[in-house]
């Protein structure tokens, strides 16, 4: 394997962990209920309106994904 390819894998790692600390900060403090509501609408209770929330990217097991929200008709 060669020294560029270990040094990207390294930052891909580094990013991703990166993400999980940042999701676990916002996950501080709220109760059960709003967790539920954010895994399954996107978005926080208090933070709900007319809009919804744009795509959200983050990488689990070196896969970046790319989720994006959409009014149910």
């Avoid at 403090?29 to 609408?41: K, V």
């Avoid at 309106?49 to 795509?55: I, Q, T, Y």
Wanted: aromatic residues 10%; charged residues 35%; hydrophobic residues 35%.
């Amino acid at each position: 394997m060669s020294t560029l390819r270990k040094r990207l894998e390294s930052v891909e790692d580094r990013i991703a962990i990166q993400q999980h600390r940042e999701l676990l900060r916002q996950f501080e403090g709220r109760s059960l209920d709003e967790q539920s509501f954010f895994c399954i609408h996107g978005y926080w209770p208090d933070n709900a309106g007319d809009e919804l929330p744009g795509r959200v990217e983050f990488t689990v097991g070196r896969i970046k994904t790319i989720a994006t929200t959409e009014w149910e008709r």
